[in-house]
């Protein structure tokens, strides 16, 4: 039996019909073969438009519809929706997108309106070989995996077991609370650090449905989504970890000092060592690399003074399994290290600070207890920050890593506020950028503290004085680009606000993850508006600044956002798989193996008994690499199938009708009147 | 370096010196049959046979100047999945060079086949060598050839041989475990036997041939060889590349094709079970042939002729080792081996890649790389 198709072409208002004569096409659809009715309308995605579709496949006995619109990607859902409602298979049902691929972007009336005839023809000639295709559901295992502990990692935890689902927290480190622990005020508040984030770390211990595994790396995970099984290794605390009751005796009585890396260096840790007495868990790690038990068998102290016995030097490197059904990555962000940049002698004078370094000198519990002062004892009598450290600069990073300017006026305001008035403060910028609830204001308020910024990016600092004021002082020499004159502003101290960078191992990760990195090295989000939580794997999302610098509020909504999609699968228990993925047929199948090779999505297996090539359709994007390169077509996806596209082309290439040339000051008057005789 | 050694000749008779090399070879156990060229009877008539007896080897002819059909297939189906025994094959170099690729679209299996490759001095077309043939004795006739060809003679016997071996620039199979050599040497004194591979050494050593050391009349004479043919093939490319520079042009050139698909069912390297010109996809209706017409008032049948050709070399062009069989398959003379060899250089330029060179190259179109061809891809570096 030949199919019926109905033919609707859209106005779109004028944005199609201003450019394309919508009644034309659609009388031209309506000679094409198996072509029964040919429609135009003011707006096809209307209700009326909608209900014109399934009046049509029920009076008409339609078998297939094209609707000629707008793009796709925004409304095939929508008409797909209507066939449905109507009793059709959506899939029987093609779009074809004659506003952003013609009207928009075509000047010529005539020559548009051949064109959306052209794409027409190409959809009815495709649309005759759809086949029915049905969505097919899968199981979704309810817990989560969440993997890093910082502020976002912290919060899709909590958020996801408040929902009474399970989750594992995976956290790398010895404790929770990644750089936010690190931090002491946070802008522009002004809130301590400490006190807004050690709740939150104390309620992820004490949350029955969350699994924290700190010290922990993820290395392997496999499956597909609402089915991934994780391998996790754990490393050796050398610690017992039911036994430890976080005394501390230990590090008080090891004496192998190394620099900590939780204080930026900036002062030392022993070999047996915890970031804070804050931390989740309160219990200590012993460094493996420095303790001298474990490396020469010497000492012994902790094991000797630990009052509960829970030092174990034997414990070794174990590895778990988990299956879980959604993945939620908040594995956070690394700082440039500015050695590299030579000009602001970070590492050669040592009263230049990272922005870090400065937040550990200025921490309560730092090694200075808060105080602000240089390493000779003295607090600075004056001060330049350097903004855009790495950031904004085509020989690092292009991007703005956005939380620099507001935590440069945290230190204009804290300087002040601890050492006194008196202290001169430079902030050296390029754009002051307070984007947020309170910003604005927050810089205003330092501004009228007597803060000094200058626009200008330092070319060099210096302690070569080339005038007595400037004797025993850092020099920092910069254009003043407001005043067009250069400048020697000679400080005590001068804080770097580097940039945030990705992780060192961001690929190694995206790699065991299977997601992608964007052009500035970090984790890829599926669309950088209508998805910036969910990435292109399916069931794994993003939290935080893993996927691109983000300051405290936006990391800590960004990671309920990640929890919330998390959870919307785990919640339903069921996730469904599109039909229009790759099949291979075993008929045809020779089992050369190219596609698996060239599977980005690792759903392709090989059938050893068989011989053949098999696809994952749980795994299977439908992307189309092993259909392309497949030379006998074995390899094809469902919905875009050889016959299906040589149709289309052959559709494309049927000779059409030619427009009758209008004249020039006929077409708006034209495109108009057609568009009022639609409506 | 490879060792070399020396299978002597006796009696002017260098097929039996290599018949009793190939003899060697079986009773050494290391294989357990020998695939190699054998005359079927004395009309000349001779196809790729797997010799298990010793005492059938008395037909084998490794020199004859015949190639019915690229033997790498065959090589396929001897080696493809588990084996107890390996097979040992006597191959031209441009089969040795197809099976290569076979081998990396997990057809063959290396495993499985020692190769023997041997100089390979040319073949004539399948009709053009029956003729040379004729009635006299088929070994005694691919003697006569080798040492005329080795005498530098165009046309030994009158018959020119196929354009694709005077196009030829790999005469010599260095990707064999073993390979013999005629090149340059006096063939009724002796030939000489080189290994490339740990196996081929372990054989070689197994056999206690005398060693010798490579002549370098040898090399001299080889390099003289891949220069002409080396001419020729540069000569065609540019004759090939004028006859098909338009698409008018290219459906000139193809115009005698009756899409009987001979030269992808003699394609070594076409390797699908099902090709898609025999599928549905291709299946129009009737009513398609009419609108076709319609459009330009006419419709030249068969269909979709100069299309199977671009399709084919889109799938094959970059495994395509130049053997020629399309051509010496062809029932209407098309010279598709011109063409197919002349994208085929193209295609596998662009890629720097070379078909049949070495298993540890992957297929072009099986790797990616971030940073090629940015001139297509809009120049991101």
Known sequence: MANRIGVYVCHCGTNIAGKVDSVGVAKFASTLKNVVVGRDYKFMCSDPGQEMIIRDIKDLGLNRVVVASCSPRLHEKTFQGACQRGGLNPFLFQMTCIREHCSWVTKDFDEATEKAKHLVAAAVSRVNYHAKLYHREENVHPDVLVVGGGIAGIQASLDVAKSGHRVHLVERDASIGGHMAQFDKTFPTLDCAACISTPKMVAVSQEPNINLMTYSEVTEVSGFVGNYQVKIKRKPRYIDETKCTGCGLCMEKCPKKVLSEFEEGISMRRAVHRNSPQAVPNIPVIDAANCLKLTKDKCGNCEKFCPSGAIDYTQTETELELDVGTIVLATGYDILDPTPLKQYGFGRYPEVYTGLQFERLNNAVGPTGGKIVMKNGQPPESVAIIHCVGSRDKNYHEYCSRTCCMYALKYDHLIKDKVGHHVKIFNFYIDMRCFGKGYEEFYRRVQEEGVSFIRGRPGEITDQAQTPEEEGKLIVVSEDTLLGRRIRVPVDMVILCTAMEPRKDTAEVARIFGISQGMDGFFLEEHPKLGPVSTATDGIFLAGACQGPKDIPDAVAHASGGAAQAMALAARGKVSISPTTSWINPDICIGCKMCIGLCAYSAIEFDERRGVSVINEAMCKGCGSCAGHCPSGAAQIKHFTEKQIFNELDGLLMAVPPAPRAKEEEEPVKAEDTAEAAA | ?381
């Open chain 2, 1 to 381: 370096m490879a060792t070399t050694a020396k299978i002597e000749v006796r009696d002017k008779n260098p097929v039996a010196a290599l018949q009793t090399f190939l003899a060697q070879v079986l009773e050494d156990e290391y294989v357990a049959g020998v695939l190699a060229p054998r005359h079927l009877n004395d009309n000349g008539a001779l196809m790729p046979t797997l010799v298990t007896d010793p005492a059938m080897l008395d037909r084998v002819d490794p020199l004859a100047p015949a190639f019915p059909f690229n033997a790498a297939k065959t090589l396929v189906k001897l080696t493809n999945g588990e084996m107890v025994n390996k097979v040992a094959a006597v191959l031209k170099p441009c089969e040795i060079r197809a099976f290569v690729e076979l081998v990396k679209l997990n057809q063959g299996n290396m495993d499985n086949a020692l190769l023997i490759g041997v100089d390979c001095l040319g073949s004539f077309g399948n009709t053009e060598y029956l003729n040379y043939v004729k009635d006299a004795d088929p070994i005694a006739s691919s003697q006569e050839f080798a040492r005329a060809a080795l005498a530098g003679e165009e046309s030994p016997g009158g018959t020119p041989i196929a354009k694709a071996c005077m196009a030829c620039e790999h005469p010599s199979a260095v990707q064999a475990d073993l390979s013999i050599g005629l090149v340059g040497l006096d063939i009724d004194d002796h030939l000489v036997v080189s290994a490339h591979t740990a196996r081929g050494e372990g054989l070689l050593s197994r056999l206690g041939l005398p060693d010798v050391a490579e002549a370098p009349s040898r090399a001299k004479a080889m390099a003289e060889l891949v220069k002409k043919r080396t001419a020729f093939r540069d000569k065609m490319f540019e004759e090939t590349n004028e006859a098909t520079a338009s698409v008018e042009k290219l459906a000139r050139y193809l115009s005698g094709c009756v899409n009987c698909y001979n030269c992808r069912v003699a394609c070594p390297v076409c390797y699908c079970k099902e090709c898609v010109f025999v599928t549905d996809v291709f299946d129009h209706k009737p009513w398609q042939y009419l609108d076709w017409a319609g459009n330009k008032g006419m419709l030249k049948m068969p269909t979709d002729t100069v299309f199977y050709h671009l399709t084919r070399l889109a799938h094959m062009s970059t495994a395509c080792v130049g053997c020629g069989q399309c051509s010496n398959a062809c029932p209407n003379d098309i010279p598709v081996m011109e063409l197919f060899r002349t994208v085929a250089a193209r295609t596998q330029a662009a890629f720097g890649y070379e078909a049949g060179k070495s298993t540890d190259d992957a297929p072009p179109l099986s790797v990616f790389q971030e940073k090629e061809f940015s001139e297509v891809t809009g120049g991101v570096d």
